[in-house]
């Protein structure tokens, strides 16, 4: 029977994975046991897919990410490249701890910038946006954008990733898509 994905010649695909239909799989990709990879995926080069990780459909992994027990990714989520998740608190060498390891959500639509950290056990919200480098210790509201070591409130970004600008009733619009957004307190919705 013929895959309804493509995995290149290199790719290591583990037994007991689940891939959907369309998704692409890159040179020295290793996707371990247990695994469930949505439709029309995309993993880069050189990226390792921890046994019974979860990524949902429309998922763009770039090359050197590292992807460990315990991540749920939700659909339309983007890691760029050499971004790294963790999944134990306070790893040592010589202390087993496979059964510490904390759950990681990345929400729908969320972006990922090149080389930030994720450390485990946080939320990041529907289309929460971290910047390049970034190391992020806590959860991430929807819509917003973190920056730094560790990660800050830098402003909130639309579906289409732009900045929003919110005028003084609370209200903005992305300028690419012509969406609608709207800030109450410290949370961001689109109307």
């Given at each position: 029977m013929k895959n309804s994905?493509?995995?290149?010649e290199t790719a290591v695909i583990d037994d007991n994975c689940v891939i959907g239909k369309g998704t692409r799989i890159w040179h020295f990709t290793h996707v371990m046991t247990g695994c469930t990879i949505g439709s029309n995926c995309n993993l880069?080069?050189?990226v390792v897919v921890s046994p019974q990780v979860s990524l949902g459909d429309h998922?763009?992994?770039q090359n050197n990410v590292s992807i460990y027990t315990g991540v749920i990714c939700e659909d339309d989520v983007f890691l760029g490249p050499s971004m790294v998740f963790t999944n134990v608190i306070n790893p040592?060498?010589?202390v087993e701890r496979k059964d510490q390891y904390k759950k990681t959500l990345v929400e729908k639509g969320s972006t990922i910038g090149a080389n930030a950290t994720i450390i485990c056990g946080i939320t990041i919200g529907r289309y929460a946006?971290?910047?390049a480098g970034a190391v992020v210790t806590k959860d991430i509201?929807?819509?917003e954008l973190v920056v730094g070591n560790p990660a800050r409130h830098a402003g909130w970004m639309s579906e289409f990733g732009h900045r929003l600008k919110f005028d003084e009733?609370?209200?903005a619009v992305c300028p690419e898509s012509g969406e609608k957004y709207r800030i109450t307190g410290d949370l961001v919705e689109k109307i």
């Open positions: 994905f493509f995995a290149h880069g080069q050189n998922v763009k992994v040592r060498s010589a946006f971290v910047g509201r929807p819509y009733t609370g209200f």
